[in-house]
């Protein structure tokens, strides 16, 4: 929370008011300037741009500004079939490829009503956690740059290197996948990844905990985001918020959890939310330490999945129980899942007569948590506002779709 | 002594003697050996920032950050720092269209002057000094005052706002940790009875040692040490004070619109500002060029160390210890807020930087 | 495939649905259309579209509903009824936990929809590429431009007719 003095002669005075909350009065007294932020700035994660009023350090509004990345998803999906969909997806959430072809197929499937094998099951939730350590590994590491620390970033991508590599052992690509596909998976998973997923979580336990020491327990580290971008659950629900975002403001609401799909039911994991001692319910600190946690929580679902998946039977194909022609019923889907981000949805309306969908949209989460950046860098310094923009962590490929 | 069968003019161990000699020596009526007097730090400067400032930073951040660093030039990317050079060499001097040129040109000069000028009075080992000032340590901690004009010249006619809210940013900055550090070198001064940087030193020498270093005679001095470590930090504009230049909130602070040639001289400046705190904290506290080496008993290490070379490579050891914390710092530290910068600098060590100057008064009259 | 409508079980999903269905129906039922109790996203259509606001407060309000978290907003195209519209999932967020869908339209050549950006402020961006992408102009939305693509593009890109621009600023748009 800033401190700054009450002068007579700023057009923003920031006073504090209680617990994190501050009072921002306005007069016309002095000239305001527009610095614009973004398209091309270290800390907007890529091509955000912000209209930033400020009266000095103080941020008075930001404006964001999108569709700098839009590349016409929802175009391009009524132009090609549902399969040829999948590499779309991809490249919207570029961090967490595998979750977002997990959501799509997930709405897919659920419009044409099919049975996935077991297996394929276990292939999937097992990659997409893997994907969303490495997501989360990103968003903890350019947090730390947008703070200034750059070490913490290098070991994430160290750590992250591993997963990308295992990820590309099982698909053959590094970052855009193209994995899981409608009814099924592109492979099986090669012999001795197991194994390579074992060594891996032991690996990574101890660098966790050596991220936790560096970054999250560091003093500057806590002083810097602590109580800066407040968000209170229920304006959180409204802005329709989702995934780390609501969790960090103490809502218990996971996607795993609350809506759940796959074989998520069967596993044993917890939904991280603040408690409050660390962190102020809600501020940019909750919201780190919701990713960290939840990393933990990833690699005990990996685990447990390891242990319960059945064994490839002789002839095994993921391929399998795809059907020969995706054209489903006529009929309309809202299918989602839980991304590093939040909700990932897509509204997919079929015809029933042709192999491309009519209409879909994706609720892209990015998009929707950022709609609060508004209203959270009000009155806000400049630091701060890098501050919470790293703390929503975006990926404007998704957010422009 | 074997150097001086080689070297041209008189040599001897005495106080400033190879200085003293140097700037006595005059080629058809011009005063030749002042100018070389003051090219010897220059050439330090741009040789140590080659190496050390830069090369040396690549690779130790590199170590830290389970990295390689530099490896494509040279065996082990020694000649990195040469291509990086060359490159900025052949680089397009850019000029905004509305910068304001004069500013614009003139802020990296200023800067480097400023950080330059400095080195006149570090004492380089016991027989050269470029200027034993008697109010050397005065001067230095004025000259580096002179940055500030540089860097809100640099800030200011970029024409850019992200280089001026750096320019406004360095500026308090700088201005306000010029008072804990200029108080808790003042606490040295007091020890020292003197203001010149020859005389530090010589009231540091001794057989033992390190156990003569102001640092260890009197255990109040850590306070100040420390004080006078912290702002130079964000004198220098280090992380984590690096605000001026915070990468993520400004892009580059106030040299965002520099290129070329003009961004090295900046980077040069700020190498050589980091070995100038770096050096006044090893003359102040640590004994500047005094070997830290006890004699214990035949083992007359302390005198085997000493004398014009070793001093020059203890004072030069000593900065370099000094700048590897600083890096050390920059690599595992976030960068503060501005309020917190000043919340730091105006609450914390403004009023022990006071406690550790009553405390060492009372400390000197009374022990 | 035969499309055969077989009568089928409703989910659970679908049953949460009717009884939340049941309340607003209760009070607007002159308003809205039966409900679509189909398996994959039960939807009901409010057929008085100048109702829509005041239907989606009482559906925020309600406690039996408490609709508070509009999942997601997408725009629609049909041609063939020649409207556009609107269909909004929403969703009970950790009270109630029921899930419904609700459709609006309006008229093709003059598409104009009440906002509920100020009911649920998430609403406010999806509503701003609804008219980026279709033209739905939402009434007394609070800052309604174009979202995603350049202010001064040309048509809505995503209606089943939409032609694209020769040129944009000199730029050769059809590639």
């Known amino acids: 929370m800033q401190e700054l003095p009450k002068a007579e002669h700023r057009s923003v005075r920031v006073t504090p008011n209680g617990k994190n909350r501050v009072v921002i009065e306005k007069d016309l007294s002095s000239e305001e300037m527009i610095l614009n932020m973004g398209p091309q700035h270290p800390s907007t994660h890529g091509v955000l741009r912000l209209e930033c009023k400020t009266d000095g350090e103080v941020v008075v509004e930001a404006e964001p500004y999108l569709g700098y990345l839009h590349r016409c998803f929802e175009k391009h999906a009524e132009m090609v079939d549902y399969p040829g969909i999948v590499p779309f997806v991809d490249r919207m959430d570029y961090l967490a490829a595998m979750n977002s072809e997990f959501a799509y197929c997930i709405a897919v499937e659920k419009l044409l009503d099919i049975e996935i ?25 350019t947090y730390a740059i947008d703070l200034g620390a750059f070490t913490p970033f290098l070991f994430c991508f160290r750590d992250r290197e591993h997963i990308m590599s295992l990820l590309e052992w099982a698909s053959g690509a590094r970052m ?38 560096l970054l999250t327990e ?16 229920d304006v959180a629900v409204n802005y329709g918020w989702s995934g780390p975002m609501l969790r960090g403001s103490g809502v218990e609401w996971d996607l795993r959890r609350n809506d759940p799909y796959s074989i998520y039911p069967e596993l044993d994991f917890k939904v991280c939310v603040p408690d409050g001692r660390h962190s102020d319910i809600g501020d940019s600190l909750s919201r780190h330490l919701v990713r960290a946690y939840e990393m933990e929580e990833s690699l005990s679902i990996i685990e447990q999945c390891l242990d319960k998946m059945p064994a490839a039977e002789e002839g095994f194909n993921p391929r399998a129980a795809i059907p020969k022609r995706i054209r489903p019923k006529a009929g309309e889907v809202y299918g989602r899942a839980e991304n590093p981000r939040g909700e990932l949805g897509f509204y997919i309306v079929s015809d029933g007569k042709s192999t491309k969908p009519v209409r879909c949209k994706a609720r892209s989460s990015c998009f929707v948590n950022l709609s609060a950046m508004k209203e959270m860098s009000m009155g806000q310094l400049i630091p701060d506002l890098v501050a919470i923009i790293g703390s929503i962590d975006i990926v404007l490929g998704e957010v422009d779709r | ?81 040469l291509a990086d050079i060359l490159k900025l060499l052949q680089k397009e001097d850019i000029v905004n269209t509305n910068a304001d040129k004069f500013l614009f040109v003139v802020g990296p000069g200023i800067l480097f002057v400023g950080s330059f000028m400095a080195f006149a009075v570090l004492p380089f080992g016991p027989a050269f000094i470029g200027a034993d000032l008697n109010v050397g340590l005065f001067y230095a901690i004025g000259i580096v005052a002179l940055e500030v004009v540089g860097i809100l010249a640099a800030g200011w006619g970029s024409n850019n706002k992200w280089a001026l809210y750096g320019a406004i940013r360095s500026v308090a900055q700088i201005v306000s940790y010029e008072i804990p550090a200029a108080i808790a070198i003042l606490c040295g001064a007091m020890m020292a009875g003197t203001l010149s940087m020859q005389q530090f030193n010589i009231l540091q020498q001794g057989e033992y040692g390190f156990l003569h270093f102001f640092l260890f005679q009197n255990p109040i001095a ?48 700020e190498y050589g500002s980091m070995f100038m705190v770096s050096a006044i904290i090893s003359v102040v506290f640590l004994g500047g060029w005094n070997s830290p080496l006890p004699n214990i008993g035949s083992f007359a290490l302390n005198d085997w160390t000493t004398g014009p070379v070793w001093g020059a490579a203890w004072i030069i050891l000593k900065g370099f210890f000094f700048i590897f914390l600083q890096m050390w710092l920059r690599w595992t530290l976030p960068r503060l807020r501005v309020d917190q910068l000043m919340y730091v600098c105006w609450k914390v060590l403004t009023p022990f930087a006071f406690v550790a100057f009553v405390l060492t008064a009372v400390w000197e009259i009374y022990m | 495939m035969e499309e055969t409508p077989q009568p089928r079980e409703l989910t659970a999903e679908a049953k949460l649905a009717t009884v939340a269905y049941e309340i607003i129906s209760e009070k607007f039922g002159d308003a809205i259309s039966p409900l679509d109790a189909n398996p994959t996203m039960p939807f009901f259509e409010v057929v008085d579209a100048g109702r829509w606001l005041e239907i989606a407060l009482f559906m925020r309000d309600n406690p039996h509903l408490r609709f508070t978290y509009l999942a997601c907003l997408s725009g629609m195209d049909y041609p063939a009824e020649g409207k556009l519209g609107i269909v909004c999932n929403l969703e009970s967020l950790g009270e109630h936990n029921h899930r419904i869908a609700v459709k609006v339209r309006c008229a093709r050549d003059n598409a ?27 009434a007394n939305h609070p800052d309604l431009r174009r979202i995603l693509c350049p202010e001064d593009w040309e048509g809505w890109p995503l209606r089943k007719d939409y032609q694209v621009q020769e040129s944009y600023h000199g730029i050769q748009v059809p590639y």
């Not at chain 1, 999937?124 to 956690?129: A, L, N, Q």
């Not at chain 1, 998973?189 to 060594?199: A, T």
Request: charged share 20%; hydrophobic share 50%.
């Open chain 1, 117 to 141: 094998p077991r297996r394929v099951e276990f292939l999937r939730v097992i990659v997409s956690e893997l994907n969303r350590i490495a997501s989360h590994l990103v968003a903890i590491g």
């Open chain 1, 176 to 213: 855009l996948y193209n994995y899981i596909w409608i009814g099924g998976a592109s492979y099986d998973f090669p012999k001795g990844m197991q194994k390579r997923i074992d060594e891996f979580i032991t690996y990574f336990r101890p660098k966790a905990l050596e991220l936790q020491r």
């Open chain 1, 218 to 233: 560091n003093e500057i580290f806590v002083k810097r985001t602590r109580g800066i971008g407040m968000m209170p659950a």
């Open chain 2, 1 to 81: 002594m074997m150097l001086s069968n080689y070297f041209p003019i008189p040599m001897s161990m005495s106080l400033n003697s190879w200085s003293d000699a140097l700037s006595q020596w005059y080629l058809f009526g011009l005063p030749l050996g002042l100018v070389v007097i003051a090219a010897i730090p220059l050439v330090f400067i741009a040789l140590y920032a080659l190496t050390y400032g830069v090369y040396g930073e690549r690779k130790i951040s590199a170590f830290m950050q389970d990295r390689l660093g530099p490896m494509e030039v040279g065996k082990w990317g020694i000649l990195q720092t």
């Open chain 2, 222 to 269: 850590w306070l100040p040490f420390i004080i006078y470590f912290i702002a130079s930090l964000a004198e220098t504009n280090r992380a984590p004070f690096d605000i001026p230049e915070a990468e993520s909130e400004l892009v580059a602070g106030y040299f965002t619109e520099y290129s070329g040639m003009k961004f090295a001289v900046i980077f040069l400046a």
């Open chain 3, 112 to 138: 104009v929809l009440p906002t509920v950006a100020r009911v649920w402020k998430t609403a406010e961006w999806h509503e701003r590429e609804a008219y980026d992408m279709y033209g739905i102009v939402f």
